[in-house]
């Protein structure tokens, strides 16, 4: 049974930090193209970035790229992202997803805010 967890989120100030985490199990982590997503309220869930199996390649959308990095680490079935100069309208639930299943973590609340 495909799990995903995601985990990391929080209340951070405009400009701040955060790194996300999306710990996996029930299938082959390392052999499956994975990707995080976000939802804000109001609005429809979007996506933020994808890494590849081995994790060589990456693509983010316009609103982050620069400021996230998607990343993992397949020994530990982990999924990151990592948050830099994070701004107001980056506040949403952020789930990752293995496209291959499509499966979904229960995602991890992030609000940026003064």
């Known amino acids: 049974q495909v799990q995903l967890v995601e985990s990391g989120g929080g209340l951070v100030q405009p400009g701040g930090s955060l790194r996300l985490s999306c710990a996996a199990s029930?299938?082959?982590?390392?052999?499956?193209?994975m990707g995080w997503y976000r939802q804000a309220p109001g609005k429809e869930r979007e996506w933020v970035a994808s890494?590849?199996?081995?994790?060589?390649?990456?693509n983010y959308a316009d609103s982050v790229k620069g400021r996230f990095t998607v990343s993992r680490d397949n020994v530990r079935s982990t999924m990151y992202l990592q948050m830099n100069n994070l701004r107001a309208e980056d506040t949403a639930v952020y789930y990752c997803?293995?496209?291959?299943?499509?499966?979904w973590g229960q995602g991890t609340q992030v609000t940026v805010s003064s």
């Open positions: 029930g299938f082959t982590f390392s052999s499956y193209a």
């Open positions: 890494i590849t199996s081995a994790g060589a390649g990456t």
């Open positions: 997803t293995c496209p291959r299943f499509g499966s």
